[in-house]
């Protein structure tokens, strides 16, 4: 993994992201609190690790270890659908477990789960498969919005379903 692409319009707003800065001391005071408020919102929703978030204008930048690769695409999604960024850096992240990345998927207008799930994976009725996968950054499958970033273990890219 290294550079992981976001919408930053799209995503939960966090205060110090939103806020127009002109001085660099504010700048710095400001991404600093913008990497403590996705610190701690990766935290309460359980997606531990040894690792520091870091944000530096538009991109976050995650340094450390967290348990699996599941655990690591989490953050990033909790990193990156955050108004106001724009890229998750993992390029100096690792994992204590590997398995197969999953496919990342931004929602556009229109999309459900069951329209995302027989795109990338050949059914919708595998819409549950990715509600599941983006637990608990998702809390109803009917919530989904455009511009937000879902992960989709085991899917295929479009052109080759």
């Not at 966090?14 to 710095?28: L, P, S, V």
């Not at 993992?90 to 027989?118: C, H, N, P, R, W």
């Amino acid at each position: 993994m290294a550079l992981f692409s976001f919408m930053k319009t799209a995503g939960t707003a966090i205060k110090a992201m939103r806020d127009k800065i002109d001085g660099e001391d504010e700048k710095q005071q400001a991404q600093k609190e913008a990497a403590e408020e996705i610190t701690k919102q990766a935290g309460s929703l359980g997606l531990g690790g040894d690792y520091r978030v870091m944000v530096e204008g538009e991109t976050v930048k995650l340094k450390g270890k967290v348990p699996d690769q599941e655990t690591l695409e989490k953050v990033v999604l909790a990193a990156g659908n955050v108004e106001g960024v724009g890229a998750v850096d993992t390029s100096d992240m690792e994992t204590s477990e590997s398995s197969e990345a999953s496919v990342f998927y931004t929602v556009q207008k229109g999309d459900s789960l069951s329209k995302i799930a027989k795109i990338y994976l050949g059914n919708a009725m595998k819409y549950p498969d990715i509600f599941e996968a983006n637990k608990p950054m998702l809390s109803d499958p009917d919530k989904i919005y455009p511009g937000q970033v879902l992960r989709i273990p085991g899917g295929k890219a479009p052109d080759s379903v």
